[in-house]
């Protein structure tokens, strides 16, 4: 459908200054922010309280874009996060070309604009409703100030480092090459212990096709026997790789109801190739998780006690979420990378993060940040405190390999 072009839309973001605003500096900024918004039609407010910003942008889409494109291009701020980008009925902020306010100012004497909007005891009282109200008072009471003043950083990495990690003689015999698939592993990496912390063995076509190429030539029926056997391979090539940390293993919910043999299968396989329960994580997939929750949950838990490890993979794309961590609480949570990609500029993805972040604390459950691609979305991750990262930026998955060293940012 065609938009009207004369849709209304509003935009609010917050951003932190790269250098300390004169007042001086401000007034320039707002000068030209004043008759230049006039002149397009947007009207909104600034709000700025230490190096930190939040502004309200407000007016027909096209114009709002213009605007926003060369705001986002201001070298003056950084760490520009959007946290509304969307169609109003109506404006929040009527006639005002750009109200401003210093929060740092405690009475608003001091107010430069071309309003009265801040002159009033409680400033926000003339904004009717809605969401950027509610924004607005968030950030005067700190909290989005507080996350992206946070995220100030050095540009780029300080430096990178390559660790290694120690890797034990063979303990197996080599994997047998008559085998139409094969896996690669990638590192997880730690950085409270710069280490390697486990290796995801991921399936590929022993030419690396894909997972879902390898899978797609095996008849339904014989899925769980084949989900069964490549789990062996994986524990198998660990193994012969000296494997000495843990293992990530992906199985199917599907498999786990429908064939009771397939984690004993694996357990016994482990205990041939000398390796412990301990070192075994087992990844379930949330989007899988959907019929027969409490099963399910009832299976894992049973598996507890053989002191194998569960994490719950690529959290936040499926619809089992929640429910599910009401009903099992597994080890390790694994962000799904949808959520991970540009979470440094998407306000609506930082939220659920720290909401998730905050109940992996409450369930002593550890995130795992997977798909990590930038410096950027590692280092917002790092600043909300999860020290469990798997990734490109890190390290690529390796064929039948597992890699001794990684890259990382300090
Ligand atoms: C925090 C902040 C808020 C800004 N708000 C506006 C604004 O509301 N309107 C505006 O025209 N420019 C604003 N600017 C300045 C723009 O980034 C840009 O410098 C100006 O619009 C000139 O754009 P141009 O160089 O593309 O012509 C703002 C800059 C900063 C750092």
Redesign the pocket.
Known sequence: MKEPSHQLVQVVYC?SATEELTREKVES?LQ??QK??EKLG?T?M?LCAGRS?L?V?EGEKKNVEK?IS??E??D??RNITIIIREPIPERSFGEWT?GYADLKEVDFDTIVGINDFFMQDEPFARIDQGRAKKLLNLFKQGQWRDRISNNIHQEGFACRYRLNADFSPAIAEKPPANISYSFAFQPIVSTAECCIFSYEALLRGTNEESAIDVIKKIPSTERPIFHQENCVLALHWAAYRGLTTRLNLNVLPSVISSSPSAIPSSLEAAERFHIFPKQIILEILESEVIRSLRDLSAALRDYRSTGLLFAIDDFGAGYAGLNLLAEFQPDFLKLDLRLVRDIEKKGPKQAIIRGIRRTCIDLGIEIIAEGVETENEFRWLHDEGIRLFQGHLFAKPALEKLQSSFYGPV
Do not use: E, P, T, V
């Open positions: 951003s900024l030209i922010s230049r918004n947007i909104g600034l910003f502004q942008i605007l060369s705001i291009k201001d003056r701020h750009m």
